[in-house]
Protein backbone atom coordinates (compact mmCIF):
# COMPACT_ATOMS: atom_id res chain seq x y z
CA UNK A 1 0.00 0.00 0.00
CA UNK A 2 1.38 3.68 -0.78
CA UNK A 3 2.24 5.75 2.03
CA UNK A 4 -0.38 8.61 0.81
CA UNK A 5 -3.15 6.06 1.29
CA UNK A 6 -1.60 5.09 4.50
CA UNK A 7 -2.15 8.95 5.86
CA UNK A 8 -5.47 9.00 4.20
CA UNK A 9 -6.73 6.81 6.19
CA UNK A 10 -5.89 8.50 9.50
CA UNK A 11 -8.38 10.60 11.33
CA UNK A 12 -8.21 13.92 9.74
CA UNK A 13 -8.03 15.26 13.34
CA UNK A 14 -4.63 13.32 14.15
CA UNK A 15 -1.78 14.84 15.21
CA UNK A 16 1.34 14.96 12.88
CA UNK A 17 3.12 12.46 15.30
CA UNK A 18 0.14 10.10 15.22
CA UNK A 19 -0.42 10.55 11.00
CA UNK A 20 3.63 9.76 11.22
CA UNK A 21 3.12 6.35 13.08
CA UNK A 22 0.37 5.40 10.70
CA UNK A 23 2.92 6.00 7.77
CA UNK A 24 5.38 3.47 9.77
CA UNK A 25 7.84 3.24 6.60
CA UNK A 26 6.73 5.58 4.18
CA UNK A 27 8.84 8.21 3.26
CA UNK A 28 8.39 12.12 4.98
CA UNK A 29 8.95 15.67 4.02
CA UNK A 30 11.45 17.90 5.77
CA UNK A 31 9.00 21.21 6.30
CA UNK A 32 11.50 24.10 8.30
CA UNK A 33 10.06 26.55 10.48
CA UNK A 34 11.32 29.46 12.25
CA UNK A 35 9.89 30.95 15.16
CA UNK A 36 12.04 33.30 17.89
CA UNK A 37 15.14 33.10 16.14
CA UNK A 38 15.47 29.14 15.93
CA UNK A 39 14.58 27.11 13.11
CA UNK A 40 12.86 23.74 14.17
CA UNK A 41 12.21 21.05 11.59
CA UNK A 42 8.75 19.12 11.28
CA UNK A 43 9.01 15.44 9.67
CA UNK A 44 5.58 15.08 8.66
CA UNK A 45 4.14 13.30 5.59
CA UNK A 46 4.13 14.68 1.69
CA UNK A 47 0.26 15.27 2.48
CA UNK A 48 0.83 17.29 5.50
CA UNK A 49 -2.00 20.37 5.46
CA UNK A 50 -1.09 24.18 6.95
CA UNK A 51 -3.81 23.19 9.52
CA UNK A 52 -2.18 19.68 10.36
CA UNK A 53 1.27 21.09 10.36
CA UNK A 54 -0.59 24.21 12.73
CA UNK A 55 -1.62 21.22 15.39
CA UNK A 56 2.43 19.76 15.02
CA UNK A 57 3.58 23.32 16.08
CA UNK A 58 1.58 23.57 18.75
CA UNK A 59 2.33 19.89 20.49
CA UNK A 60 6.10 21.05 19.63
CA UNK A 61 6.36 24.50 21.38
CA UNK A 62 3.12 24.99 23.51
CA UNK A 63 1.53 27.69 21.17
CA UNK A 64 -2.13 26.96 20.61
CA UNK A 65 -3.30 26.77 17.04
CA UNK A 66 -5.99 29.83 17.66
CA UNK A 67 -3.38 32.13 18.63
CA UNK A 68 -1.25 31.18 16.03
CA UNK A 69 -0.21 33.07 12.89
CA UNK A 70 2.23 31.39 10.50
CA UNK A 71 3.43 33.84 7.65
CA UNK A 72 5.09 32.20 4.32
CA UNK A 73 6.66 33.86 2.04
CA UNK A 74 6.90 34.38 -0.70
CA UNK A 75 3.49 33.59 -1.00
CA UNK A 76 0.44 32.80 0.53
CA UNK A 77 1.77 35.37 3.25
CA UNK A 78 0.11 35.60 6.53
CA UNK A 79 -2.38 33.00 7.79
CA UNK A 80 -4.88 33.29 10.49
CA UNK A 81 -6.97 30.77 12.35
CA UNK A 82 -8.85 28.29 11.35
CA UNK A 83 -6.16 27.24 9.13
CA UNK A 84 -6.68 25.69 5.68
CA UNK A 85 -6.77 21.95 4.56
CA UNK A 86 -4.02 22.85 1.41
CA UNK A 87 -1.37 20.51 1.82
CA UNK A 88 1.92 22.02 2.61
CA UNK A 89 3.81 20.39 -0.41
CA UNK A 90 1.48 22.87 -3.02
CA UNK A 91 2.95 25.70 -1.87
CA UNK A 92 6.80 25.21 -0.18
CA UNK A 93 9.93 25.14 -2.54
CA UNK A 94 13.39 25.97 -1.84
CA UNK A 95 12.79 29.29 -1.87
CA UNK A 96 9.61 29.23 0.53
CA UNK A 97 10.22 30.22 4.14
CA UNK A 98 7.53 28.96 6.68
CA UNK A 99 7.67 32.10 10.49
CA UNK A 100 5.23 31.06 13.16
CA UNK A 101 4.27 34.17 15.14
CA UNK A 102 2.63 33.73 18.76
CA UNK A 103 3.73 33.28 21.94
CA UNK A 104 3.90 30.29 24.24
CA UNK A 105 1.82 29.95 27.03
CA UNK A 106 4.93 30.97 29.74
CA UNK A 107 5.39 34.05 27.42
CA UNK A 108 1.87 35.79 28.34
CA UNK A 109 2.07 34.39 31.97
CA UNK A 110 4.98 36.26 32.58
CA UNK A 111 3.35 39.47 30.42
CA UNK A 112 0.74 39.54 33.03
CA UNK A 113 2.93 39.40 36.03
CA UNK A 114 5.30 42.18 34.20
CA UNK A 115 1.77 44.15 34.29
CA UNK A 116 0.81 43.17 37.52
CA UNK A 117 4.04 45.05 38.69
CA UNK A 118 3.90 48.17 36.49
CA UNK A 119 0.17 49.10 37.62
CA UNK A 120 1.87 48.54 41.35
CA UNK A 121 4.75 50.90 40.03
CA UNK A 122 2.28 53.60 38.34
CA UNK A 123 0.20 53.86 41.91
CA UNK A 124 3.41 54.98 43.27
CA UNK A 125 4.12 57.13 40.52
CA UNK A 126 0.72 59.02 41.34
CA UNK A 127 1.28 59.47 45.03
CA UNK A 128 4.34 61.08 44.28
CA UNK A 129 3.02 63.43 41.44
CA UNK A 130 0.70 64.90 44.48
CA UNK A 131 3.97 65.75 46.66
CA UNK A 132 5.71 67.00 43.88
CA UNK A 133 6.64 70.95 44.55
CA UNK A 134 5.74 73.73 43.17
CA UNK A 135 6.37 75.90 40.35
CA UNK A 136 9.01 78.58 41.16
CA UNK A 137 9.06 81.97 39.35
CA UNK A 138 12.54 81.47 37.79
CA UNK A 139 11.32 78.37 35.86
CA UNK A 140 8.08 76.33 35.05
CA UNK A 141 9.27 73.43 37.19
CA UNK A 142 5.49 72.16 37.44
CA UNK A 143 6.02 71.76 33.46
CA UNK A 144 9.23 70.16 34.05
CA UNK A 145 7.75 67.37 36.59
CA UNK A 146 4.33 66.88 34.14
CA UNK A 147 6.73 66.27 30.77
CA UNK A 148 8.85 63.92 33.09
CA UNK A 149 5.58 62.12 33.90
CA UNK A 150 3.15 62.34 30.78
CA UNK A 151 5.26 61.47 27.97
CA UNK A 152 6.26 57.99 26.47
CA UNK A 153 8.28 56.45 28.57
CA UNK A 154 10.28 53.48 26.47
CA UNK A 155 11.04 53.85 22.51
CA UNK A 156 11.98 51.08 20.89
CA UNK A 157 11.76 50.57 17.19
CA UNK A 158 11.94 47.37 15.23
CA UNK A 159 15.63 46.08 15.36
CA UNK A 160 15.61 43.51 12.44
CA UNK A 161 13.97 45.86 9.77
CA UNK A 162 15.89 48.20 7.55
CA UNK A 163 17.86 51.16 9.25
CA UNK A 164 16.47 51.19 12.97
CA UNK A 165 18.14 53.82 13.91
CA UNK A 166 16.23 56.56 11.20
CA UNK A 167 12.79 54.31 12.82
CA UNK A 168 13.85 55.70 16.26
CA UNK A 169 14.94 59.10 15.18
CA UNK A 170 11.71 59.34 13.77
CA UNK A 171 9.90 58.16 17.07
CA UNK A 172 11.39 60.62 19.42
CA UNK A 173 10.64 63.36 16.71
CA UNK A 174 7.17 62.26 17.65
CA UNK A 175 7.40 61.55 21.31
CA UNK A 176 9.49 65.64 21.42
CA UNK A 177 6.74 67.06 19.10
CA UNK A 178 5.80 70.22 21.23
CA UNK A 179 2.22 69.91 19.86
CA UNK A 180 1.62 65.94 21.17
CA UNK A 181 3.98 67.08 24.51
CA UNK A 182 1.02 70.21 25.71
CA UNK A 183 -1.41 67.40 24.68
CA UNK A 184 -0.27 64.91 26.57
CA UNK A 185 0.61 67.25 29.42
CA UNK A 186 -3.33 68.80 28.86
CA UNK A 187 -4.72 65.12 28.99
CA UNK A 188 -2.10 63.40 31.67
CA UNK A 189 -1.89 60.99 29.11
CA UNK A 190 1.21 58.45 30.09
CA UNK A 191 2.62 55.64 27.51
CA UNK A 192 4.80 52.85 28.45
CA UNK A 193 6.26 52.31 25.23
CA UNK A 194 5.81 54.21 21.82
CA UNK A 195 7.22 51.33 19.02
CA UNK A 196 6.62 50.89 15.35
CA UNK A 197 4.65 48.54 13.58
CA UNK A 198 5.33 45.78 10.91
CA UNK A 199 3.65 46.43 8.00
CA UNK A 200 3.99 42.82 7.00
CA UNK A 201 2.19 41.63 9.96
CA UNK A 202 -0.71 44.36 9.63
CA UNK A 203 -1.99 43.95 5.66
CA UNK A 204 -4.54 42.26 4.21
CA UNK A 205 -6.14 42.24 1.06
CA UNK A 206 -8.93 44.37 2.11
CA UNK A 207 -6.77 46.85 4.56
CA UNK A 208 -3.45 48.42 6.33
CA UNK A 209 -3.72 49.15 9.82
CA UNK A 210 -1.67 52.24 10.74
CA UNK A 211 -1.90 52.30 14.58
CA UNK A 212 -2.78 50.26 17.46
CA UNK A 213 -2.94 50.77 20.75
CA UNK A 214 -2.95 48.14 23.77
CA UNK A 215 -4.31 48.74 27.37
CA UNK A 216 -5.41 52.37 27.20
CA UNK A 217 -1.63 53.50 26.39
CA UNK A 218 0.63 50.30 27.88
CA UNK A 219 1.80 50.25 24.22
CA UNK A 220 1.34 52.36 21.42
CA UNK A 221 2.26 50.50 17.92
CA UNK A 222 2.31 53.30 14.64
CA UNK A 223 2.99 52.18 11.21
CA UNK A 224 5.97 54.28 10.19
CA UNK A 225 7.36 52.53 7.39
CA UNK A 226 6.39 51.74 3.58
CA UNK A 227 4.84 48.80 2.66
CA UNK A 228 7.82 48.06 0.39
CA UNK A 229 10.05 49.25 3.30
CA UNK A 230 11.67 51.66 1.24
CA UNK A 231 10.98 54.62 2.79
CA UNK A 232 8.87 56.46 5.55
CA UNK A 233 4.82 57.89 5.27
CA UNK A 234 4.24 61.08 5.71
CA UNK A 235 4.98 62.89 9.48
CA UNK A 236 1.74 64.82 9.75
CA UNK A 237 -0.16 61.67 9.28
CA UNK A 238 1.75 59.50 11.27
CA UNK A 239 1.43 62.18 13.93
CA UNK A 240 -2.74 62.24 13.19
CA UNK A 241 -2.17 58.48 13.44
CA UNK A 242 -0.49 59.15 16.95
CA UNK A 243 -3.00 61.55 17.87
CA UNK A 244 -6.19 59.06 17.23
CA UNK A 245 -4.38 56.25 19.47
CA UNK A 246 -3.94 58.76 22.08
CA UNK A 247 -7.69 59.17 22.41
CA UNK A 248 -7.50 55.09 23.17
CA UNK A 249 -6.04 55.85 26.59
CA UNK A 250 -10.15 57.03 27.54
CA UNK A 251 -12.02 55.83 24.90
CA UNK A 252 -11.71 51.94 23.54
CA UNK A 253 -14.67 52.02 21.07
CA UNK A 254 -15.13 54.24 17.85
CA UNK A 255 -18.09 55.92 19.57
CA UNK A 256 -19.15 59.63 19.76
CA UNK A 257 -17.10 60.58 22.41
CA UNK A 258 -14.00 58.90 21.29
CA UNK A 259 -14.37 60.81 17.96
CA UNK A 260 -14.99 64.33 19.87
CA UNK A 261 -11.92 63.58 21.97
CA UNK A 262 -9.36 62.74 18.84
CA UNK A 263 -10.51 65.81 17.10
CA UNK A 264 -9.67 67.77 20.34
CA UNK A 265 -6.14 66.30 20.58
CA UNK A 266 -5.57 67.23 17.08
CA UNK A 267 -6.45 70.55 17.49
CA UNK A 268 -4.47 71.47 20.38
CA UNK A 269 -1.70 69.27 18.23
CA UNK A 270 -1.34 71.64 15.69
CA UNK A 271 -2.23 74.26 18.02
CA UNK A 272 0.86 73.42 20.51
CA UNK A 273 3.48 72.84 17.84
CA UNK A 274 4.61 76.87 17.33
CA UNK A 275 7.95 76.22 17.04
CA UNK A 276 7.59 73.80 13.89
CA UNK A 277 3.78 74.03 12.72
CA UNK A 278 3.64 70.45 12.27
CA UNK A 279 6.41 70.19 9.59
CA UNK A 280 7.08 66.54 8.33
CA UNK A 281 10.82 65.61 8.36
CA UNK A 282 12.99 65.79 5.48
CA UNK A 283 11.76 64.04 2.38
CA UNK A 284 15.15 61.98 1.23
CA UNK A 285 14.97 60.35 4.58
CA UNK A 286 11.14 59.75 5.86
CA UNK A 287 8.65 60.80 3.41
CA UNK A 288 7.43 59.04 0.72
CA UNK A 289 5.05 61.13 -1.54
CA UNK A 290 3.34 58.16 -2.51
CA UNK A 291 1.79 57.72 0.72
CA UNK A 292 0.50 61.51 2.29
CA UNK A 293 -3.19 60.25 3.39
CA UNK A 294 -4.60 57.59 5.69
CA UNK A 295 -7.86 58.16 3.93
CA UNK A 296 -6.62 56.10 0.97
CA UNK A 297 -8.70 53.54 0.21
CA UNK A 298 -8.28 49.98 2.46
CA UNK A 299 -6.60 51.67 5.17
CA UNK A 300 -8.07 51.88 8.43
CA UNK A 301 -6.07 53.54 11.68
CA UNK A 302 -7.45 50.21 13.73
CA UNK A 303 -10.39 48.20 15.47
CA UNK A 304 -10.39 50.15 18.55
CA UNK A 305 -8.23 50.24 21.50
CA UNK A 306 -7.85 47.16 22.31
CA UNK A 307 -7.07 44.89 25.91
CA UNK A 308 -5.10 41.89 26.87
CA UNK A 309 -4.16 39.35 24.16
CA UNK A 310 -0.45 39.27 23.09
CA UNK A 311 2.25 41.85 22.21
CA UNK A 312 5.91 41.04 21.30
CA UNK A 313 7.93 43.59 20.12
CA UNK A 314 9.26 42.28 16.48
CA UNK A 315 7.49 39.26 16.79
CA UNK A 316 8.97 37.91 13.13
CA UNK A 317 12.52 38.96 14.11
CA UNK A 318 13.58 35.36 13.41
CA UNK A 319 13.70 35.93 10.03
CA UNK A 320 16.17 38.84 10.15
CA UNK A 321 18.57 36.89 12.43
CA UNK A 322 18.44 39.77 15.43
CA UNK A 323 17.15 38.68 18.65
CA UNK A 324 14.78 41.15 20.19
CA UNK A 325 13.03 42.31 23.71
CA UNK A 326 10.53 39.84 25.22
CA UNK A 327 7.89 41.09 27.35
CA UNK A 328 9.05 41.30 30.62
CA UNK A 329 12.13 43.31 28.93
CA UNK A 330 9.93 45.81 27.59
CA UNK A 331 7.93 46.17 30.43
CA UNK A 332 10.42 46.51 32.91
CA UNK A 333 12.86 48.77 30.49
CA UNK A 334 9.65 51.25 30.40
CA UNK A 335 9.13 51.45 34.23
CA UNK A 336 12.90 52.04 34.63
CA UNK A 337 13.28 54.73 32.27
CA UNK A 338 9.84 56.42 33.56
CA UNK A 339 11.63 56.39 37.09
CA UNK A 340 14.94 57.63 35.63
CA UNK A 341 12.56 60.66 34.16
CA UNK A 342 10.79 61.56 36.96
CA UNK A 343 14.06 61.21 39.34
CA UNK A 344 16.52 64.01 37.17
CA UNK A 345 13.22 65.95 36.88
CA UNK A 346 12.98 65.73 41.26
CA UNK A 347 17.08 66.53 41.30
CA UNK A 348 16.60 69.73 38.77
CA UNK A 349 14.10 70.96 40.62
CA UNK A 350 15.85 70.44 44.02
CA UNK A 351 19.15 72.23 42.61
CA UNK A 352 17.19 74.94 41.30
CA UNK A 353 15.34 76.12 44.66
CA UNK A 354 18.94 75.40 46.25
CA UNK A 355 20.45 78.03 43.88
CA UNK A 356 17.60 80.39 44.49
CA UNK A 357 18.15 80.44 48.32
CA UNK A 358 21.17 81.48 47.91
CA UNK A 359 20.47 84.40 45.49
CA UNK A 360 17.91 85.36 47.95
CA UNK A 361 20.64 85.58 50.99
CA UNK A 362 23.35 87.38 48.53
Known amino acids: MEPAEDVNESNPGDSITDQINHEEDGPLMEIHVYFHSKQFTVQAPPNITISQL ?29 FPNTQVSAIYTPKTKITLLGSTEKEISDLNNSITKVRVRSGNRLAAERAAPKATKHRDWKKIQEESTYTF ?56 TLGLNRNRGEVIELRLRTDRYDGYRDYKVIRKTLC ?14 FWDLTGQ ?42 TGGEFVLGSDQVSHGSEGLTRREILAKAAMDRAEKQKNAQKEINESQGNDKVLDKQ
Open 265 to 306: IEKEVEKGDWQHGGHKLSEDEFYNPGDDSYTDGGQHLDAGGW
Open 54 to 82: SSSLAEMLSIEPQKQKIMITPKPGILKPP
Open 153 to 208: HSIRPLPYLPNPERSHRFLERLAGDPGIKAAMRAHQFSVGLLTEMNPAEHTTQESR
Open 244 to 257: HELAHNVFGEHDRN
